[in-house]
C-alpha cells in the first residue's frame, strides 16, 4: 500500500522507465513526475528519443516525431495500460507533447487526466 505522495510518484517514475526501455532497449536519461492537482499528474521524460527523433526535433520537425509515436502508442498501451491503471490506481486518459529543449534535444510531456482521485493513505 503506498503511505507517501513521494511513493506513489516514485512507482510512476519506474513504469515510464520500464515502458521506454520496453520498446526503446535502454532507458530515459530522466523522469520527472508532478501530481499538479488530485486527478491531473504530469510526467516529463528525457532522454528517450532516437537519434533520428532528435535531429527532426532539432530541425523543427516534431510533427514527424509525432506521427512516429502515433504508430507506436496502440502498441504501448496494449502492453502497458493494465499495469499503468493499477500504478496510478484509476483508469486514466492521457495526451502527449513531444517538447524541443534549449539543448537542442527533446523531451516528450504526458499528462494524465485520473477518472477518480488515488488515496495516499
Known amino acids: 500500500m503506498l503511505n507517501t505522495e513521494l511513493e506513489y510518484r516514485e512507482r510512476i517514475r519506474k513504469l515510464a522507465v520500464c515502458i521506454v526501455k520496453h520498446y ?46 502515433d ?20 483508469p486514466f486518459t492521457y495526451t502527449w507533447e513531444v517538447c524541443p529543449s534549449v539543448h537542442g534535444d527533446g523531451h516528450i510531456i504526458i499528462t494524465l487526466e485520473l477518472q477518480h482521485i488515488h488515496r495516499l493513505d
Open 24 to 69: 526503446r532497449g535502454k532507458g530515459p536519461d530522466n523522469v520527472k513526475v508532478s501530481l499538479d492537482s488530485p486527478l491531473r499528474i504530469t510526467v516529463e521524460i528525457r532522454g528517450t528519443l532516437s537519434n533520428l527523433s532528435e535531429i527532426l526535433v532539432h530541425e523543427g520537425a516534431e510533427d514527424k516525431v509525432r506521427e512516429y509515436w
Open 71 to 90: 504508430v507506436l502508442r496502440p502498441y504501448l498501451e496494449k502492453e502497458f495500460m493494465n499495469e499503468a491503471e493499477k500504478t496510478l490506481g484509476s
